[in-house]
């Protein structure tokens, strides 16, 4: 998953997407910048990785 995002994320956008979606992570996280740099694609792939993240995991559940 983060392989297929490397080539779409700069080097920064990667790490919000790795660090936010960390296992037991909770809180409210903000992420700024100035126009164009890219923030509405690193949210937009937070979400697809977490979304991801949580098929899997129900899969496992489903089939142990």
């Known amino acids: ?8 994320l700069n080097p920064y956008q990667m790490n919000v997407v790795s660090a936010l979606s960390r296992p037991g992570l909770s809180g409210v996280y903000l992420v700024e910048g100035p126009p164009g740099t890219g923030k509405t694609t690193t949210v937009i ?20």
Request: aromatic share 4%; glycine share 0%.
């Open 1 to 8: 998953l983060y392989t297929s995002l490397s080539s779409q």
């Open 45 to 64: 792939s937070l979400v697809q990785t977490l979304l991801a993240i949580n098929t899997v995991r129900a899969a496992q559940r489903r089939h142990p």
